[in-house]
Nanobody, 122 residues
């Protein structure tokens, strides 16, 4: 079965940067959208960024201009470069694989999830 493993989280001061990575192992679904989600304490999980099979990308408004999603399908790896981090970006970040090819960040369209990596911005 497919496993997603995130890494790269940590603690950083406001204004700093982090780069999250997600590596897929097992059966790889290279023909589907992949995305990043996050969940802050006491809040619902929200979509952050998604990248479709054709390379089109979508971001949630709060991270536009600060975060960049990228993918290396040959390496089965997904990345999220996060710059100009704010305290409100503090959350557990998850990567996930969608059932669709087009980019979107609707949680209900994703059915494979990693275990998450914590990002704390102070």
């Amino acid at each position: 079965h497919v496993q997603l493993v995130e890494s790269g989280g940590g603690s950083v001061q406001a204004g700093g940067s982090l780069r999250l990575s997600c590596t897929a192992s097992g059966y790889t679904r290279s023909s589907y959208c992949m995305g990043w989600f996050r969940q802050a304490p006491g809040k619902e999980r929200e979509g952050v960024a998604g990248i479709g099979v054709d390379g089109r990308i979508t971001y949630t408004d709060s991270v536009k201009g600060r975060f960049t999603i990228s993918i290396d399908r040959a390496k089965n790896s997904l990345y999220l470069q996060m710059n100009s981090l704010k305290p409100e970006d503090t959350a557990m970040y998850y990567c996930a694989v969608s059932i669709w090819r087009a980019p979107d960040i609707e949680e209900r369209h994703y059915n494979i999830w990693g275990q998450g990596t914590q990002v704390t911005v102070s």
